[in-house]
């Protein structure tokens, strides 16, 4: 099992820069595909970003080139960082973590799923 706990959030001026974390414990990351959600109340959540098991990286359309991630299994740590943040970036960011968790002829891979408590970012002009 994975436990999550992000971190790094805060208030920042446009065009400011954060940097967010979510720490593992539990079970290694290795095996899993890491991802960065963000969601405002009442919003539907957004995928922001994607850092799969295999060393892939990839950005949701409004922050590419602004947003980076990154992951450090021996830490089991997953970072993102956010540079040139928008008002539209203010939101609750989340980590998520899809594990695999067995194989079966029928289904195939079958994953698990973990979620941290999400870390709140507010961005102002």
């Known amino acids: 099992q994975v436990q999550l706990v992000e971190s790094g959030g805060g208030s920042v001026q446009a065009g400011g820069s954060l940097k967010l974390s979510c720490e593992a414990s539990g079970s290694s990351l290795s095996a899993c595909g890491m991802e960065w959600y963000r969601q405002d109340p009442g919003k539907e959540r957004e995928l922001v970003s994607r850092a799969s098991s295999d060393g892939t990286t990839t950005y949701a359309d409004a922050v590419k080139g602004r947003f980076t991630v990154s992951r450090d299994n021996a830490k089991n740590t997953l970072y993102l960082q956010m540079d040139s943040l928008k008002t539209e970036a203010t939101a609750t960011y989340y980590c998520?973590?899809?594990?695999?968790?067995?194989?079966?002829?029928?289904?195939?891979?079958?994953?698990?799923?973990?979620w941290g408590q999400g870390t709140q970012v507010i961005v102002s002009s």
């Open positions: 998520a973590a899809h594990c695999i968790a067995g194989y079966s002829a029928d289904s195939g891979f079958a994953t698990v799923t973990y």
